[in-house]
């Protein structure tokens, strides 16, 4: 069965660091592009930083473009957000996502809340 496991979020200090993680199983990992959404209270799901299959190529919205770094390992069928320099407006349900851009496949994990806050 297809699954997606996030981990590593929780609560964090401004100014801190956390690392998500997405355990994918189930499908073949390299072939989906995989990202991470966010979601915080009272508003609409956002794109944060997506990756291609190979690891190639990313892209990262404009608000975390220097802070997050996405990255993945195919070898261990895991996606991971690094998230430096946190500020209070990080604070979100984080999604993973995978998408096989040439189907329509497309999985999402249950989610992992980061909270930022002094």
């Known amino acids: 069965q297809v699954q997606l496991v996030e981990s590593g979020g929780g609560l964090v200090q401004p100014g801190g660091s956390l690392r998500l993680s997405c355990a994918a199983s189930g499908f073949t990992f390299s072939l989906y592009d995989m990202s991470w959404y966010r979601q915080a209270p009272g508003k609409e799901r956002e794109l944060v930083a997506a990756i291609t299959g190979g690891g190639s190529s990313t892209n990262y919205a404009d608000s975390i473009k220097v802070r997050f770094t996405i990255f993945r390992d195919n070898a261990k069928n895991t996606v991971y957000l690094q998230m430096n320099s946190l500020k209070p407006e990080d604070t979100a349900v984080y999604y993973c996502?995978?998408?096989?851009?040439?189907?329509?496949?497309?999985?999402w994990g249950p989610g992992a809340q980061v909270t930022v806050s002094s």
């Open positions: 996502n995978a998408q096989y851009v040439r189907g329509p496949r497309i999985y």
